[in-house]
């Protein structure tokens, strides 16, 4: 049978608080202590110290150096002979005097748990080859704090994380795996909420429990929740549902009478982002779990007592069939004021993410990771060799850190199908603008390249903007002219292909002076050298009208057989020799 708060209060209430490993002296007037713990948050604890003395400037309470910022706090408390019980262990972290003329100074402390480090700068980091869990572990050990992360599966690889904090993206990672974060003295636990375990305490109406508070809600509950991605080599859409079943069982209602109270509510929620479909699916877990949590909330107090954290299950007794039974401790309290020690314990945690108190949009990135918005600048540092062989580029975002910035991102072009496309890759070193889809920064697109100031545009630009160009890096160009209605298409060697609608002509040059154009008058060809024709079939040359040959000396060859004719005359004649001569001659 778990144990009463009412086993070790016997006797009178004794405190104990330590500053830097130095008991407070009684002489010291605590007047109040407020501690609490609860999921989610850092624990605090606040002392009240109050002085009876008016006199001007003469005030030891305020100007003790045992409350100094930074000093460590330990916070102890029981009854009679039953020995202490720690409440708290943690850092000042602020202070805050109040002088009334009456009532003299009061000087309140206020204490956090050393996990407060996690929460002081936002900062960017890349998280490579590893999984939701060694990234918790990392997080938390990095600031010098005990870690305690229950085994995941999900989010292996290589993740970004944009702008947060420390304590932020731990509990984004937490929501999205249906863990919750509990902290205590400096050691950090997450894992899943368990309502099974056997009760830590158990408190009793008309015994122990001074208030008693309980609600029972459906209607934020939920009785499934689908995840879904979009696959890049399928090209489809990915579906995770959820297969949670919620142990929930509060007195004499389970967890299926809230969720199916409204009907069949789903919660779905989509990515553009590429997620295996095993972490689809426990993401989708947890969102049934925060909603499980949801579904009975409220407080009870009883009589002081430490034996009681976050994440243990109390027992309530005496309080009939619907309102008693078994509840998970998301939250307790200490109050010790006026000689006497009061605790209360918290049930159920809102159904809401971290991400999703951003604001009441849907929250960008999915709530899965850290959002990065708008457009980011980008130089590209590789073009081959993609480590997953999906043909991505290498990029580094300098305005995210100097180091470890580099993501292979996937580079948009106006036309990609299988085995076809555009294909005009940056280079090496170029400036280009980075796009994340749905802001999820581990989805990265490259979406276009910039000129610069050092990186120029090939032609200088005018108001007109008749003229449009595609240079290569080694000045293949092809030249749009919207004015007269020309594409030009030229080598830096000097082949040169001219269509041109301004003169009606098409031209072709190569860089050896040949040349043939085509307009209204006809077809020229022109050579500095020989012009050859050559083929293995038949050579016709036709005209309707004239057709004329000349040159220095003109010889035409027949291997087998030679004939000339004119349909009406025929003429040889030579200005000096003219020879005729063959086997036979024959002449009409």
């Given at each position: 049978m778990p144990a009463s708060p009412l086993d070790n209060s016997d006797g009178p209430l004794t405190i104990s608080v330590k500053a830097d490993g130095s008991e407070v002296p009684d002489d010291l007037a605590i007047q109040a202590m407020y501690i609490t713990h609860e999921l989610n948050r850092i624990p605090e604890a606040t002392v009240i110290v109050q002085s009876d003395s008016v006199e001007i400037d003469e005030f030891e309470e305020l100007d003790n150096s045992l409350f100094g910022l930074g000093a460590e706090i330990?916070?102890?408390?029981?009854?009679?002979?039953?020995?202490?019980?720690?409440?708290?262990?943690?850092?000042v972290t602020s202070q805050r005097a109040r002088l009334d003329a009456q009532q003299g100074a009061r000087l309140e402390v206020l204490c956090r748990d050393k996990a407060l480090k996690l929460?002081?700068?936002?900062?960017?980091?890349?998280?490579?080859?590893?999984?939701?869990?060694?990234?918790?572990k990392a997080i938390i050990t990095d600031a010098g704090l005990k870690s305690?992360?229950?085994?995941?599966?999900?989010?292996?690889?290589?993740?970004?994380?944009?702008?947060?904090?420390?304590?932020?993206?731990?509990?984004l990672l937490a929501d999205r795996n249906g863990f919750v974060v509990s902290v205590k003295e400096g050691e950090i636990k997450v894992a899943k909420p368990d309502s099974s375990v056997a009760p830590a305490l158990l408190v009793t109406f008309g015994m122990d429990i001074i208030d008693f508070d309980i609600s029972l809600e459906t209607n934020r509950t939920i009785k499934n929740a689908v995840q879904d991605a979009w696959d890049e080599a399928s090209q489809?859409?990915?579906t995770g549902p959820s297969n949670y079943k919620p142990k929930l069982s509060f007195g004499d209602t389970k967890y299926s009478d809230f969720a199916e109270n409204l009907g069949d509510r789903t919660h779905k929620v989509s990515t553009s982002r590429e997620v295996d479909a095993s972490d689809l699916k426990e993401m989708a877990n947890a969102r049934v779990i925060r909603s499980e949590l949801a579904a009975v909330s409220g407080s009870i107090s009883f009589p002081g007592c430490g034996e009681i954290s976050p994440l243990d299950v109390l027992e309530i007794s005496n309080t009939g069939k619907r309102f008693g039974g078994k509840g998970l401790v998301t939250a307790v309290s200490h109050m010790i004021e006026a000689g006497k020690w009061t605790s209360q314990t918290r049930l159920g945690l809102p159904p809401d993410w971290t991400s999703d108190s951003f604001g009441l949009a849907a929250p960008a990135a999915e709530a899965i990771t850290t959002p990065i918005h708008g457009l980011q600048i980008g130089k590209v540092v590789q073009l081959a060799d993609d480590p997953l062989g999906k043909q991505r580029i290498l990029i580094s975002l300098p305005m995210i850190g100097p180091e470890g910035s580099d993501v292979w991102a996937r580079y948009a072009q106006p036309y990609a199908s299988d085995g076809a496309g555009i294909q005009f890759l940056p280079e090496v070193g170029d400036e280009v603008i980075v796009a994340f889809l749905n802001a999820d920064p581990n989805a990265p697109i490259i979406v276009g390249s910039l000129h610069n100031e050092k990186a120029k545009r090939p032609e200088t630009e005018t108001e007109e903007n008749h003229i449009k160009t595609i240079v290569t890096r080694e000045k293949l160009k092809v030249i749009f002219d919207e004015e007269k209605k020309i594409i030009t298409v030229e080598t830096p060697g000097g082949h040169k292909l001219v269509m041109d609608d301004d003169e009606s002509s098409f031209s072709m040059q190569d860089m050896n002076g040949n040349f043939i154009k085509m307009d209204s008058s006809g077809i020229a060809l022109k050579s500095?050298?020989?012009?050859?024709?050559?083929?293995t079939g038949k050579i016709e040359a036709k005209a309707t009208m004239d057709a004329t040959l000349s040159g220095q000396n003109v010889t035409c060859e027949g291997q087998i057989g030679f004939t000339g004719s004119g349909g009406a005359t025929a003429e040889v004649s030579a200005g000096g020799q003219t020879k005729i001569e063959g086997g036979m001659v024959m002449i009409n």
């Open positions: 330990e916070i102890r408390a029981g009854f009679g002979d039953s020995g202490y019980q720690q409440l708290f262990k943690g850092i929460t002081e700068t936002r900062s960017s980091a890349r998280y490579e080859d590893m999984n939701d869990g060694d990234v918790m305690a992360v229950e085994k995941v599966k999900t989010g292996a690889g290589t993740q970004l994380r944009i702008g947060a904090t420390d304590w932020d993206f731990l509990r489809e859409r990915v500095d050298k020989d012009i050859t024709l050559t083929a």
